[in-house]
C-alpha cells in the first residue's frame, strides 16, 4: 500500500489511483453554429432520480470546453462494450460525425444511433470545479438498449490494454 499527498509531485500517482476506479464510456454531443460537435468522455454520473439529473465535466483544458460548458442542450450517449472505434472518433483527432448515420433530437442535438443507451438533457446548471467544469443536466429522455457496457480502468479499455 502507497500513501500519498495529492499534490503537483504526486499528480501522476493520483491519476493512476483515480484509475482504479472503473468507468464507463461515453460521448457527450451538442449542436453548435458551426455544426455538430462530440467528445468522449468518462466523466458521467447519475445525479438524482426526482428530479432526473444526470452530470458530466468537460475539461478546462480543451479548445472546446466553452461550447461543452456552455451548451443549453446535450446528449450522452453509453458505449457498448464494442464500440471502443465511437469512443476513438470523439478523441481530439477522431473523424467525429464523418461517416456517421446521425439524426437530431428535437432539440436539435446530434443522437448517434445503436449505443447501449443515450440521455437527452438540457442544462440545469454548470460549476466551476478546478480544472473541469461540473455540467448538470435535466433528462428529458432515455433510449437504451441490450448489452454491456464499455469500460475503462487503469489504463484499459474493457480489459485490453489502452493505446
Not at 472546446?64 to 458505449?79: I, K, Q
Not at 462494450?81 to 469512443?87: C, G, P, R, T, V
Amino acid at each position: 500500500m502507497t500513501e500519498f499527498v495529492p499534490d503537483h509531485q504526486n499528480a501522476r500517482a493520483f491519476r493512476d489511483a483515480l484509475g482504479s476506479f472503473a468507468t464507463g464510456v461515453t460521448v457527450v454531443t451538442i449542436p453548435t453554429p458551426v455544426g455538430p460537435q462530440g467528445v468522449t468522455a468518462n466523466s458521467f454520473a447519475s445525479l438524482s432520480l426526482a428530479p432526473p439529473l444526470v452530470l458530466w465535466s468537460p475539461g478546462k483544458f480543451s479548445r472546446r470546453h466553452d461550447l461543452f460548458a456552455h451548451a443549453p442542450y446535450f446528449s450522452v450517449h453509453v458505449l457498448a462494450e464494442d464500440q471502443k472505434d465511437l469512443a476513438d472518433r470523439f478523441t481530439r483527432a477522431g473523424a467525429q460525425f464523418d461517416g456517421l448515420d446521425v439524426t437530431l433530437s428535437p432539440e436539435g442535438v446530434p443522437v448517434i444511433p445503436g449505443v447501449l443507451t443515450r440521455f437527452d438533457c438540457a442544462q440545469e446548471v454548470a460549476h466551476d470545479a478546478g480544472d473541469h467544469t461540473l455540467v448538470v443536466g435535466r433528462v428529458l429522455r432515455v433510449d437504451t438498449n441490450e448489452g454491456r457496457p464499455l469500460v475503462f480502468a487503469q489504463g484499459r479499455w474493457g480489459g485490453h490494454r489502452a493505446d
